[in-house]
């Protein structure tokens, strides 16, 4: 199978050192690779089922989904909770209990559920419909996700945890959840220093570049005060097609251009707020 009108079928990026800072939630992703094993079963573990990572846009969520698949070596299907509540394709319960089975049949396998408070945030959004068919397809959700045996394991990301129904958060449903906020300096400094050595490796022909040093990447991080990971990335790409345009080596006045044009999505909201 390779798409299905729910699931699709995402392909695995990068390793889990591709994810600058999250300590935590990679350290829980590497302790249970491999859990549905039956070596694990020995231990009387369990597998886990699921987990839940909420926080701001671009900071790392969907990449946590992909690179877990290519750590754990499982495929990954992403549902798209839009289409399961959509009257096309016949009834919203029945299409996530497709979905649920089409997971279950290539298991052991990883279920991404992006932007789940899309579907069931909102009783009353009209992208899930009337509010008895969001808590109808929410519970079938919940009851499989309490009652699976098969070794299908959730990733569910939400931006906005307030947007969730309050037993979606409580105890026992997930393993765990990880909330994800604006990276910390230190975790920035991570972040500018793997997405300028992934560059700069593939434009090693054009010369020397701005080597990605500690103090460079520190100084880096200094001025990017509430930046996601994902703003992190646009100013390192967009510093490189300034280099590139140029046909010469990444210099330190092209990040620094690319840093001062660069206006964070958290700027932009604080002023919304002021206003
Ligand atoms: P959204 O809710 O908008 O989908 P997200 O939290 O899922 O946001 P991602 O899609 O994972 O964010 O981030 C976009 C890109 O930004 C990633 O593909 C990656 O290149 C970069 N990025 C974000 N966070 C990190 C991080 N912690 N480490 C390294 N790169 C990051």
Redesign the pocket.
């Known amino acids: 199978i390779r798409k299905s009108e729910l699931l699709e079928f995402i392909a695995p990026a990068g390793s889990i050192d591709?994810?600058?800072?999250?300590d935590n939630l990679k350290q829980w992703l590497v302790k249970r690779n491999g859990s549905w094993l039956p070596e694990a079963a020995r231990w009387g573990i369990g597998s886990p089922k699921g987990i839940l990572i909420t926080?701001v846009?671009?900071?790392?969520?969907?990449?946590?989904a992909k690179c877990m698949s290519s750590l754990w070596g499982l495929p990954l299907l992403r549902l798209d909770v839009g289409k399961v509540f959509s009257g096309l394709v016949g009834s919203s319960e029945q299409n996530m209990r497709a979905a649920l089975r089409l997971a279950e049949a290539v298991a052991p396998s990883i279920l991404w559920i992006d932007?789940i408070e899309k579907g069931f945030g909102s009783a009353t959004s009209s992208s899930s419909g009337d509010s008895g068919t969001s808590q109808r397809v929410f519970g079938t959700f919940l009851t499989w996700l309490q009652e699976k045996t098969s070794p299908v394991f959730v990733i569910a990301?939400a931006?906005k945890i307030d947007a969730l129904p309050p037993e979606f958060l409580r105890k026992g449903r997930f393993d765990e959840i990880f909330f994800?906020d604006l990276?910390t300096p230190a975790?920035r400094e991570?972040?500018w220093a793997?997405?300028l050595r992934r560059r700069l490796a593939a434009g090693e022909a054009l010369g020397s570049h701005v080597p990605p040093t500690p103090e460079v990447v520190a100084e880096l991080a200094r001025r990017t005060d509430g930046f996601?990971?994902?703003e992190?990335?646009q100013a390192v790409v967009s510093a490189c097609f300034d280099a590139f345009a140029e046909r010469r080596p990444l210099g330190w006045t092209d990040l620094e251009h690319a840093v001062r044009s660069t206006v964070p999505l958290s700027v932009t909201q604080a002023e919304q707020v002021d206003t």
């Not at 591709?18 to 999250?22: A, Q, T």
């Not at 846009?57 to 946590?64: D, E, Q």
């Open positions: 591709d994810i600058g800072g999250l926080g846009p671009g900071c790392g969520k969907s990449l946590t932007e990301t931006n994800v990276p975790e991570e972040i793997l997405h996601s990971g994902a992190i990335e």
